[in-house]
């Protein structure tokens, strides 16, 4: 029942499922309470009538588990990147264990010289847990990478639902008229960070803007 609710999720996305996904399904279905948050810190938080409409964080350097994709569409692309994560996550890796889930995972996304549209290539970042930073366990596939990113100092906004090319560049486009002109923030990479996993309709994201160094 469980991977045929996978499976209806993924169609959405115009991705289908592999049976093979039924293992790491079921394995992330049981440890889905245990989620360990990427750490950072609060630098300040800018509100309008009580709500945070915005808020500025650092988050330190750390070991990330990374793959690109380039599929026709944003959501083809973070899902078959997600599924070849959950595949590291739960089994193949050189410990032969379950890692564990940290959130948020995150998709880093490149505007066109125009700014009207998303590059094809998503790079989707998964943080290794605390106990796996110094010394990551091996993915067994090849197209994903153990990277170490540098610190990183952002300003954030949450969004709820579909992560679609429309709504990101609708996110975008109100994250910068709350800001207003500043060029203190890249204005052709930004980072969308993805909180529950896709099969929740209402799913919580946040647009992240990156502060120029």
């Not at 793959?67 to 973070?78: A, F, K, L, N």
């Amino acid at each position: 029942r469980l991977f045929a609710h996978w499976e209806a999720v993924a169609s959405t996305h115009r991705v289908s499922l592999p049976r093979d996904m039924a293992g790491p399904i079921a394995q992330m279905a049981r440890h889905s309470q245990a989620r360990e948050p990427v750490p950072y810190v609060s630098l300040s938080q800018h509100g309008k009538c009580e709500e945070a409409a915005y808020e500025e964080r650092r988050y330190p350097a750390g070991k990330w588990a990374c793959v690109t994709m380039g599929e026709p569409m944003y959501e083809q692309s973070i899902s078959m990147s997600f599924m070849k994560l959950m595949r590291y996550i739960c089994k193949e890796n050189s410990v032969g264990c379950h890692l564990g889930m940290t959130v948020p995972v995150l998709n880093e996304i490149h505007l066109t010289k125009e700014g009207t549209e998303l590059e094809r290539e998503v790079l989707t970042a998964y943080y290794l847990p605390g106990e796996f930073q110094q010394n990551p366990p091996v993915p067994m596939d090849p197209e994903i990478h153990i990277t170490e990113r540098a610190p990183l100092r952002v300003i954030t906004r949450v969004f709820y639902g579909m992560t679609t090319e429309e709504t990101i560049l609708r996110e975008i486009s109100l994250l910068w008229e709350l800001l207003g002109s500043t060029d203190t923030v890249l204005r052709e990479t930004y980072i969308v960070a993805s909180y529950e996993n896709p099969s929740i309709p209402q799913r919580r994201n946040e647009i992240w803007f990156i502060c120029r160094p």
